[in-house]
């Protein structure tokens, strides 16, 4: 008798069985596996950017015990270990209860590894037994290697809660590439059957640029700009249809925030561009209802680069957002196909030369100060970059 043949998963869904592994997960799972000889290995990711997913497809690979737990809810930390470990103790008796067992794993000559997600949100008492964890040793080495995921503010917690003096070793997350976004979604179709190239290459490469190396991002973009869509003869999915998908995605989120017409009264726009250079931040700015960008002194971000131009772009105030536009730059700042501007999205990197601009969006609504004041406190940052 056949077997019923099972359904392809749709792509870009949040059952989707599978997990793609492009370069920044494969760089999380060799920097997880190497020895850390006594150090605390550190995952940092701002959120949606995988630590969680790479942490999940880590501990069911490994060919050794990985105990995992998350501090995002309410089971103990220590409950949520043991039950992993398949131990039962009682609550003032679970610490000794987990060191006998990484003593007796250590007794079998197996390696262990103690895995904690959102590890910023551990309180004191984890802490402290994190720290008992840390310093058992086993034939003078240390029995357990901590491994510790989190979003950047992890770094502070961890000399906030005294272990400033533990060897760390840290691993960054960086986003995926733009040509790595367009691979990822080529990836999804193919893996739900469908081999032909479905949204063209400006596409993929706005989804991306909007996404800011969010997959699950990329994942609702992808969504929304395949409904109701119908290939024929070779049509894909162009630019014109991802802009109508991130419209209707932004339309979502406002019918979805609370109505603060009574509470609050939203002033003008209110943004912040952080300055950086090879991933050092240099200078934060303002931005009220334009910031001029360019080589020239005048210019409220003045960048001494010679790929810049005297007058090279501006950041401005529209009634729907900020927009980028091209003032006089030597190549362009084309994002669209067809203008020379594009609308600005919460942490859209704009590259300059040897420069980046992360453009910030506020977080809820609030009153900006008048313009004259917000670039006089933005000053002393107004000075030549060399």
Known sequence: MGTSKQPRPRPFSKTHPFIWIGNPQKAVLRFLDERADGAVKIVIAPPAFGKTTCLALYRDSAEYGVLTASRGGEEPLLSHLLAGAGVAAAPDQQLDALIRWVGGQRGRGRRVQIALDDAHRLDVLDWEALERLRTLTADGKPAAE???FGPP??????????????????????PPTGLEVVEYIAWQLRSAG??????????????????GGR?????????????????????????????????????RKQRQQP????????????????LTREDEIIARFPVGE??????????????????????????VATPTGYKLVDRDSPQGLRVFSDSNYAML?????IRLGAFELKFLASAGPKRAEP???????????????K
């Open 146 to 148: 901590i491994l510790l």
């Open 153 to 174: 503010k992890l770094i502070a917690s961890l000399a906030n809660e005294g272990m400033e003096s533990a060897d760390k070793r840290i691993h960054v997350i960086r």
């Open 194 to 211: 469908v081999n032909q190239r479905t949204f063209s290459e400006p596409a993929a490469k706005l989804i991306a640029r909007v996404a």
């Open 215 to 251: 997959l699950p991002v990329v994942d609702n973009l992808c969504r929304l700009a395949l409904v109701g869509f119908k290939p024929q003869g070779g049509q894909t999915i162009d630019i014109r249809r991802v802009e109508a998908a991130l419209s209707a995605m932004q339309a």
């Open 259 to 274: 109505d603060t017409k009574d509470s609050v009264s939203a002033g003008p726009l209110q943004g912040e561009m952080v």
């Open 290 to 315: 334009k910031l001029s960008i360019g080589r020239a002194e005048g210019n409220d971000v003045v960048l001494d680069d010679p790929d810049i131009a005297d007058n090279h772009a501006s950041v």
């Open 345 to 349: 999205h919460d942490r859209d990197v």
């Open 371 to 385: 313009l004259e004041t917000s670039r006089a406190r933005s000053t002393p940052h107004l000075r030549r970059i």
